[in-house]
């Protein structure tokens, strides 16, 4: 039942009125911190099976084929839901998704750890992507809240940005740890438990807040975007064996014809889920490309490396792990410090200059894998976690800049979309161009090589676009 409206005489706030106010207003830093938290064990329970991809494989007797699967489940939820989720964080309470997301990853992430074989893991897996979807895009509409001015604004997304690099770097670290002392499953629940646990403490630390607008929610939007991800990024995983076949050809159509209907949706629609004006904003196709980018070059090569640094170099799972923090965690102090940068270089800029330091990255990491060294990943590690840092710090804050004020959930929605269909995508490829010439101990040196110059073109391509990408100037 709706409650009465309650007025009062002009220039009177009675005490509980005042009393009311004060509850309900935003807390900066208990918002910042439980954010914080929730999206680093997301992306924690994102980073998890890269270090135990061999052992989980191995009990759910996973095919190398269908391996990619156990990988992309995760960033098949987030593409598909992310801007699905923003959208509605936005209408119906940014609270209240945030919440129902984190609850969510714990329950599907003790699924994940129960699931019997590769079917009903890669469900969870999608599951958790979901679940973590509603975490990501709800965060920054937040913060956004939480942190009115810009000067706050900066520091909050550099902090949140650098959780993301955080939650990087302990997932490796924390399911590895725990699968040497137990197993690939008991990580998983250890992952469950953080989840709930933030989600028991976010309803008193963070206070709702939303921008409804008029009108019904973009149901058909929502679909008909979800289905198109799921079948573009099913075809991308399904392409790896053989990009010819029909089943691919058919996903492939089928999500052209989907994106097709969306655009037609978006465009009829009194509240579409993507505002299609937006394309025509430079600073959000900034966001979104450097996104989509990040994914695609740097965030795949990396979920696929340790892998391989296992296979060719007979590193343990807990000895890549520490070899990834290398990444992860220079990622993490770096971007940690970006926000010194703001009003000295363009958040499109720094864009520009992590796309550099990572294609200058793999390139010293050429012929790594052939050495049978470990050391000689060292240096690229580190310069690339310079890199990553940088676009952590920067994608958050352009994704909120790029869109109006009321819509900051839709902003981060859209950016995050671009950022993990990016990352399915290039998963897929990754694996691909490793595994081209066979999985001997030579053809994967070989793969290797050609997945490193991918992923480095990849990469300066990305910095090129971003600095062609300038904001128009008013006319006078």
Do not use: C, K
């Not at 409206?5 to 009393?19: F, L, N, W």
């Not at 954010?35 to 270090?51: D, E, F, G, K, W």
């Not at 109006?404 to 990754?430: C, D, E, H, K, Q």
């Amino acid at each position: 039942m709706s409650q009465p409206v309650r007025t009062e005489p002009a220039g009177v706030r009675p005490a509980a009125a005042t009393a009311a106010t004060a509850a309900t207003a935003p807390r900066p830093a208990a918002t910042l911190a439980v954010t914080s938290a929730a999206t680093a064990v997301a992306l924690m329970t994102y980073t998890a099976p890269m270090v135990t991809l061999g052992d989980t494989a191995a009990s759910l007797h996973t095919g190398l084929s269908a391996q990619a699967w156990l990988l992309n489940g995760a960033p098949l939820g987030l593409a598909a839901l992310l801007l699905v989720a923003g959208s509605l964080a936005d209408d119906y309470g940014r609270r209240r998704a945030f919440v129902l997301g984190t609850f969510a990853l714990g329950l599907t992430t003790a699924l994940g750890a129960l699931a019997p074989n590769t079917l009903l893991f890669t469900l969870a897996r999608i599951a958790q992507g979901a679940a973590s979807a509603a975490i990501l895009a709800a965060s920054l509409g937040l913060l956004v809240h939480a942190f009115p001015t810009p000067a706050g604004r900066v520091r909050a997304t550099g902090v949140w940005g650098a959780f993301v690099s955080g939650g990087i770097a302990l997932g490796p670290v924390v399911s590895g740890g725990v699968a040497d002392l137990a197993d690939w499953r008991s990580a998983y629940g250890v992952l469950a438990a953080a989840a709930v646990l933030v989600a028991v403490l976010a309803p008193r630390a963070l206070t709702e807040s939303r921008s409804p607008r008029e009108g019904r929610p973009d149901l058909p939007g929502a679909l008909t975007l979800g289905l198109a991800l799921v079948a573009l990024l099913a075809a991308l995983t399904l392409g790896r064996d053989g990009w010819l076949r029909a089943p691919v050809g058919v996903l492939l159509l089928a999500a052209a014809v989907l994106l097709a209907a969306f655009v037609a949706v978006e465009h009829r629609s009194r509240t579409p889920m993507l505002d299609l004006s937006l394309l025509r904003r430079p600073l959000f196709l900034a966001s979104t490309a450097g996104a989509l980018f990040t994914g695609l070059s740097v965030i795949a090569l990396f979920s696929y490396v340790p892998t391989l640094v296992q296979r060719t170099m007979g590193v343990t799972p807990m000895g890549t792990a520490g070899l990834f923090v290398i990444w992860s965690g220079t990622s993490f102090a770096v971007a940690l410090q970006a926000r010194r940068l703001a009003g000295r270089v363009s958040p499109r800029h720094q864009l520009a200059v992590g796309f550099a330091l990572h294609a200058l990255a793999v390139a010293t990491m050429l012929g790594a894998a052939g050495s049978g060294e470990w050391t000689r990943l060292l240096p690229g590690l580190a310069v690339s976690g310079v890199g990553s840092g940088l676009l952590n710090a920067a994608l958050p804050l352009l994704a909120v800049e790029s869109v109006p004020a009321g819509r900051a959930a839709m902003g981060s929605g859209a950016n995050n979309t671009a950022r993990y269909i990016g990352s399915a995508a290039g998963v897929a490829l990754m694996i691909a161009l490793a595994t081209s010439t066979g999985t001997s101990r030579h053809a994967l040196d070989t793969g290797t090589n050609t997945a490193l110059v991918v992923s480095g073109a990849l990469a300066l391509a990305a910095a090129a676009l971003l600095l062609t990408l300038r904001e128009r100037r008013p006319a006078r």
